[in-house]
């Protein structure tokens, strides 16, 4: 899985998008952590390469 960011026309699309954008204050399951190692057992290689 790959995440990238995200981009604005303006610095007015920009603020209304962190205005009105939805928060959680839920704890979040780590990917990065033995999370998907556990979850997927022996029978899976994950491959964690290091993005830039």
Known sequence: MVHG????????????????????????????EDYLDKTLGKNFEIIRPRMP
């Not at 007015?12 to 205005?19: E, N, P, Q």
């Open 5 to 32: 960011g995200m981009t604005f026309k303006n610095k007015k699309d920009y603020l209304r998008f962190l205005k009105t954008r939805q928060i959680s204050i839920e704890k979040k399951i780590r990917w990065g």
